[in-house]
C-alpha cells in the first residue's frame, strides 16, 4: 500500500539537542511538506519542497532546517534555535497542480523537550 | 492574504442526529478545497476533495458542497455515530500559490451514545 511513514512516533530531545524526524513516502509525488500543529492552533508550515534538492521556507522556519535529497524523502531538523519545539508534527505530499489534486498526511511525529 | 475560517470550534450531538459543519474561506482564486479528519494524536485523513468547477461531492454518509463566489463550504454528516466523534478540519488550495495549503482552525466533533 502506498502511503507517507513518519518515525518515530514519539521523540524526546533535550534542551540545546538537535533532533531529526523522518519522513518517508511511497507515492511518487513530487511535493512534500512539514507542519507543526500545537493545541488548540491551526496547523502552520514548516518548509515545503517541490522537486528534489529544492525546498522552501514556510511561515515558521526559523529553528527548523530540511533536506530533500531523494523524492522519497523530506527529513526535518529540529536545531537548538527552535526555542519552543514541544509540538506535533505532521509530513504530507502531493503530486500535480491541477484541481484534482489533493493532500496525503503521515499519521505524525510528537516531539516533547525534556 | 487567505484565511480560512471553521464554525463551530467545538460541537456535541447525540448519536443518530443529522449534522453541519462550516468552512468559510476569503479568497475565491482556489483550485480545490479538502475536508479532512483527525482523531486524537493521529494524522489527518482525507475525506472529500471538491474541485473548484465542482459543487459537491459525496462518500458514503458524507457529503461536501462548495459556493466558491461566496467562499463557504459544508460537510454533511448524516445519521451521526460515536465512531465519527474527531476533529474535522477544512483546507484551501489557492491559485498561484503553488501547492500550499491554508487550514481552518477545525472543528471538534463529539457524538454520544
Known amino acids: 500500500d502506498g502511503g507517507i511513514t513518519q518515525s518515530p512516533k514519539y521523540l524526546f530531545r533535550k534542551e540545546g539537542q538537535n533532533v531529526t524526524l523522518s519522513c518517508e513516502q511511497n507515492l511518487n509525488h513530487d511535493a512534500m511538506y512539514w507542519y507543526r500543529q500545537d493545541p488548540g492552533q491551526g496547523l502552520r508550515l514548516i518548509y515545503y519542497s517541490q522537486i528534489v534538492n529544492d525546498f522552501q521556507k514556510g511561515d515558521i522556519a526559523e529553528g527548523y532546517s530540511v533536506s530533500r535529497e531523494k523524492k522519497e524523502s523530506f527529513p526535518l531538523t529540529v536545531t537548538s534555535a527552535q526555542k519552543n519545539p514541544t509540538a506535533f508534527y505532521l509530513c504530507?505530499?502531493?503530486?500535480?497542480?491541477?484541481?484534482?489534486?489533493?493532500?496525503?498526511f503521515g499519521s505524525g511525529t510528537r516531539l516533547t523537550v525534556v | 492574504k487567505q484565511e480560512v475560517t471553521q464554525i463551530p470550534a467545538a460541537l456535541s450531538v447525540p448519536e443518530g442526529e443529522n449534522l453541519v459543519l462550516n468552512c468559510s474561506f476569503t479568497d475565491s482564486a482556489i483550485y480545490n478545497l479538502q475536508w479532512f479528519r483527525q482523531d486524537p494524536g493521529k494524522g489527518l485523513t482525507s475525506l472529500l476533495l471538491i474541485q473548484s468547477s465542482q459543487r459537491e461531492q459525496t462518500s458514503g454518509r458524507l457529503n461536501a458542497s462548495l459556493d466558491k463566489s461566496s467562499g463557504r463550504s459544508t460537510l454533511y454528516i448524516a445519521a451521526s455515530q460515536p465512531g465519527d466523534s474527531a476533529t474535522y478540519l477544512c483546507a484551501v488550495r489557492p491559485l498561484g500559490a503553488g501547492n500550499m495549503l491554508t487550514f481552518g482552525g477545525g472543528t471538534r466533533l463529539m457524538v454520544k451514545p
Open positions: 504530507a505530499s502531493s503530486t500535480g497542480q491541477g484541481a484534482g489534486y489533493g493532500y496525503t
